[in-house]
Each structure stands twice: as C-alpha cells, then as structure tokens.
C-alpha cells in the first residue's frame, strides 16, 4: 500500500472512520503477526501481540496524524511489543523459580534469568540485523538458517551459483558474528 492511500486511511481512522480501520488491520495485520511470530515462535502469542498493538492503534486514533512512516511506526510498536513480551516472560518466569523455591534465590538461578535476558536481547538484536541485510542476503540466509536448505537446495531454488550462496551466508555469518562479539562484550559489562 503506497503512502498516499496509509495517509489517507490514517486520517480516515482519526476521525473515527472503522472501515478505514478494517482495511489498515487487513493490510498489516499478517505483517506484523509473522514478524512477531519471528520473534517469539510461538503463533497464539503472535496473534494476540499484533492485536493488541492494532487496539492500542484504535484507541490512540487522535495521534495518527502526526505519523509520517506508519511502517515504521508499526514495526517500531511490534519491536516494542517483543521487548515487553520478554520481559514478561523473565519475570514471570523469575517468581515462578522463586515460588517453587519459597526461600531467597540461590545465585545459580539469578545467573540463569540473567543468562536467558542476554540470550533473548542478542536474539532480537541477530534479528533486526537480519533483517536490514540486502534483499537477497537476507532471502538466502534465512532459507539456509531458518528454514534448513541446504546450499545446493537454494541454489537450485533461487536458480544462481551455489559459490554465490556460500558467499552470501559466509558474508551474513560475519557481519552477524560482529553484532554478536559487539553486544556480548556491552552486556557483560
């Protein structure tokens, strides 16, 4: 959907407009349930996650106006939702190790939260980074890592070299190694 029509539909919805509202949810709604979904790996929590973003689009109708990339604005809410979702879940998570333990937890089991928190924040981080490669470093490696092809597989399946696809994903495996050394080197400060 080009710019004019999202602007269009955001000034629509502003003014309360639900059929404008049906055709943005429409548009995005699988977008951002998949890039979710990427995330969390898990397609209930998905759903519910892209819905809750689309309601608190709704109710905060007023301030669409004032949006000049509503893609961005979108993911930047999905990313958001990602981040609140873990951190949830670590929560979560930490009083149920503590309930079951019903005394102070042992220092083996803060260095298990904390561990799954770095692990969980340089997942997301290989994420956005994944997802900012070139189109056709990003289609090929994420053929090869997430869905299992082997090199010859996409080569065959994208119809190039299987040179060219161990370059792209030598490539890819580099730039993600840095990211990875960069935020491991930040975290255990």
Aim: glycine letters at 2%; hydrophobic letters at 40%.
């Amino acid at each position: 959907m080009d710019n004019e029509k999202v602007t269009d539909l955001l000034i629509k919805i502003g003014n309360g407009n639900h059929i404008a509202f049906n055709k943005l949810f429409t548009e995005y709604y699988p977008q951002v349930r998949f890039f979710l979904f990427g995330f969390i790996k898990d397609m209930n929590e998905a759903s519910d996650l892209a819905q809750d973003i689309f309601i608190k689009i709704w109710l905060n109708r007023d301030s669409l106006q004032e949006v000049n990339n509503f893609k961005s604005y979108l993911f930047r809410s999905a990313k958001n939702a990602v981040l609140n979702y873990f951190e949830h879940t670590l929560v979560k998570q930490h009083y149920q190790e503590k309930a079951l333990h019903n005394a102070t937890l042992q220092p083996c089991y803060q260095n298990i939260i904390e561990d799954n928190l770095y692990a969980v924040e340089l997942e997301i981080l290989l994420d956005i980074a994944v997802e900012k490669m070139p189109e056709r470093q990003k289609e090929i490696f994420k053929l090869s890592r997430k869905e299992g092809l082997s090199n010859d597989e996409i080569a065959d399946l994208l119809h190039i070299n299987k040179r060219t696809v161990e370059n792209y994903i030598t490539k890819a495996l580099r730039e993600l190694r840095k990211i990875a050394d960069t935020a491991l080197s930040l975290l255990l400060l």
